[in-house]
């Protein structure tokens, strides 16, 4: 991992306040290191913390994820009920999801178009909508 990528993840932690331990910080320079967004899921998270030589575990893979989105730095993308994805694009924003090869994407947010939801049942309010678009090659 370089210096920058390590540089950019501790800054990423800090400016959200969340305390930049060793682990973190390696965890956090894979996902944003080269400042790009990514999607992941904690079993793709560890094999990349793996192939890097860093001494980390499934069960911390998986609470520094949640630690980061209870931070605001990602979001969680569930498909399927049941699978989830990590974004680190926080912003309000369409997925493609590839059903063949499991893979989660952004999709252009200028192209969709939402003209209205139902109304919030009394005492409830929306927080969030979130958009999944399967995909299957023809």
Sequence with gaps: M??????HGTNWLTQAGVRPT???????????GDGQDRHVTAE??????????????????YNTLRAFCDAGLMQEVLVDGAKSYFDTNTHD???????????LEDAPA?????I???QA????????????????RK
């Design 2 to 7: 370089t210096a920058d990528a390590l540089t």
């Design 22 to 32: 060793r682990q973190r910080v390696a965890l956090a320079s894979l996902l944003v």
């Design 44 to 61: 793709s998270l560890f094999a990349d913390a793996q192939a890097q030589g860093e001494s980390v575990s499934l069960a911390t893979v």
């Design 93 to 103: 924003h369409p997925h493609f999801f590839w059903e063949d090869r499991g893979e």
């Design 110 to 114: 200028d192209q969709l178009k939402i």
């Design 116 to 118: 209205g939801l139902p």
């Design 121 to 136: 049942p009394a005492g409830a309010e929306i927080a969030k909508v979130d958009v999944v678009i399967r995909l299957r």
